[in-house]
């Protein structure tokens, strides 16, 4: 069975700082990883993708991926209350399906 | 350029009843997948269609759900007959097959708005 963990949250920051999402996984065999976002009553959209260890930078938001420890992670620097929002890792292994963590809530206060 | 789209957006029913929730993938994308969404459970894959073949279907819950792919621009998912656990939104997501240099097909998947389903 494989498995994608994350900290349902809420993760509460204040505007301005570093939000910081964890996810683990269990499939040693996973290739590529993904973060979407869901706002509350809308469908996911992805908004970073990483397929090898180390740092991936976008704007605001880094990605990192360390795959001896089997850990993906997002850094959403200067955190805006419109990033507050529901966001969900997936990890894809051989086959074409990703498998979706249950995610992690964010709340930005102003 | 048109996403996924789905129909309908919202359907209230009563139990018993049939279910039809309808899937239009991104023109091009040869994968398509329907999603269930509920608070208890996360996201849930129901079934995976590559090039309009059914490929995993594990996640159907049980013989009440039935989906179908008959061409690469529709899909449906239906529920007969349908039960008050049954209500969830749905999700139909499709995905390219990207031939980029050492990388085929990376997996985004590109999630329609859903078909939120009550069931009374």
């Known amino acids: 069975q494989k498995e994608v963990e994350q900290n349902s949250g809420p993760l509460s920051v204040p505007e301005g700082a570093i939000a910081s999402l964890n996810c683990t996984y269990s499939?040693?065999?996973?290739?590529?990883f993904f973060w979407y976002r869901q706002y509350s009553g809308k469908s996911p959209e992805l908004i970073m993708s990483?397929?090898?260890?180390g740092d991936k930078e976008d704007g605001r938001f880094t990605a990192q991926l360390n795959k001896a420890s089997q850990y993906v992670s997002l850094l959403i620097r200067d955190s805006q209350p419109s990033d507050s929002a529901t966001y969900l890792c997936?990890?894809?292994?051989?086959?074409?399906?990703?498998?979706f963590g249950r995610g992690t809530s964010l709340i930005v206060h102003p | 350029d048109a996403g996924v789209i789905q129909s309908p957006r919202h359907e209230v029913t009563e139990m018993g009843q049939e279910v039809t929730l309808r899937c239009k993938p991104i023109?091009?994308?040869?994968?398509l997948f329907w999603y269930r969404q509920t608070m208890m459970r996360g996201l849930e894959l129901l079934i995976y269609f590559n090039n309009n073949v059914p490929i995993d279907d594990s996640g159907m819950p049980e013989d009440r759900f039935s989906a179908k792919m008959p061409n690469a621009s529709f899909s449906t998912l239906k529920i007969q007959p349908s039960e008050p656990r049954d209500s969830a939104v749905y999700f139909c997501?499709?995905?390219?097959?990207?031939?980029?240099?050492?990388?085929?097909?990376?997996?985004?998947?590109?999630f329609g708005e859903g078909s939120r389903l009550t069931v009374l």
């Open positions: 023109s091009g994308h040869n994968s």
């Open positions: 997501a499709s995905s390219g097959q990207l031939r980029t240099p050492g990388r085929i097909n990376t997996g985004e998947l590109f």
């Open positions: 499939d040693r065999g996973s290739q590529s």
């Open positions: 997936a990890v894809k292994g051989g086959s074409y399906i990703p498998t």
């Open positions: 990483i397929y090898s260890n």
